[in-house]
């Protein structure tokens, strides 16, 4: 199977850790043609990240931004502050987490845990449209 890359643009989201695994699958059907293979999935900001978390529980995303708003506090003597008090935050937060996944593919879908899902990390007030790089490549399933 050929090279597949394609972008996609989230819709704006406020602070916080959000779930975008349904986002990422429907940008990709070719991936149930995949029988063993690999997503990248890379985000074209400095201000915002992805991961792959806990996907269940609606208090893990909550904690995460209260865990790293405590690690990169906006009230902190930072240089960088022509862009506004949560811009310099937002970069030291991207920069822990990082702007890229890679995840496996297993028999069409991504081999994620039981309660994995890929997360948009906004680290802005409001970041605006965020715009992710998927690359998928895999050998196609056989006909058997």
Same mark, same amino acid.
């Given at each position: 199977?050929?090279?597949? #890359?394609?972008?996609? #643009?989230?819709?704006?989201h406020s602070q916080g850790f959000h779930l975008v695994t349904r986002e990422v699958l429907a940008a990709l059907p070719e991936l149930a043609q995949i029988d063993v293979g690999l997503l990248h999935v890379f985000i074209q900001h400095t201000s915002a990240s992805v991961t792959?978390?806990?996907n269940a529980d609606p208090d893990v995303p909550a904690d995460l931004e209260r865990s790293f708003s405590h690690l990169a506090p906006e009230h902190f003597p930072y240089r960088h502050t022509i862009e506004g008090p949560d811009d310099m935050p937002a970069?030291?937060?991207a920069a822990?987490?990082?702007?890229s996944v890679?995840?496996?593919?297993a028999k069409g879908s991504l081999a994620l845990g039981t309660w994995q899902g890929i997360y948009l990390c906004e680290h802005r007030r409001q970041g605006g449209r965020r715009r992710l790089v998927l690359t998928l490549w895999g050998e196609a399933k056989s006909d058997d």
């Open positions: 199977m050929p090279w597949i #890359q394609r972008t996609i #643009q989230l819709s704006a792959i978390n806990e970069h030291v937060k822990m987490i990082g702007s890679t995840i496996p593919i």
